[in-house]
């Protein structure tokens, strides 16, 4: 059974930056898609980044596009969220999700998530 573990986050500026990391335990991540949801108070689970099993494909959220950078370090068991030029707006608990095929909600295995706080 896989459990992944993210860690990272944390209360940031606006402009500021953080690297969100997702390791597992119980399993090897290796042979799944990856991905990142976050979840801002009161609002649905918003799609953030995926990453495919071998990390040749690569897909953002519109809101984070150009801001945002995944990343996996296949022989570490690693999965990675750069953030840059943070805004209030990603203020939200971050999800680390790992699935045999598309990053959504139904996904199969999730994170405990972890705090990201953006503040003006």
């Known amino acids: 059974q896989v459990q992944l573990l993210e860690s990272g986050g944390g209360l940031v500026q606006a402009g500021g930056s953080l690297t969100l990391s997702c390791g597992s335990s119980?399993?090897?991540?290796?042979?799944?898609?990856m991905g990142w949801l976050r979840q801002a108070p009161g609002k649905e689970h918003e799609f953030v980044a995926s990453?495919?099993?071998?990390?040749?494909?690569?897909y953002y959220g519109e809101s984070v596009k150009g801001r945002f950078t995944i990343s996996r370090d296949i022989a570490k068991g690693t999965v990675y969220l750069q953030m840059k030029n943070l805004t209030p707006e990603d203020t939200a608990v971050y999800y680390c999700?790992?699935?045999?095929?598309?990053?959504?909600?139904?996904?199969?295995?999730w994170g405990q998530g972890t705090q990201v706080t953006v503040s003006s």
């Open positions: 999700i790992a699935s045999a095929g598309a990053i959504r909600r139904d996904s199969e295995y």
């Open positions: 119980g399993g090897s991540i290796s042979t799944y898609n």
């Open positions: 990453i495919s099993e071998r990390g040749n494909f690569k």
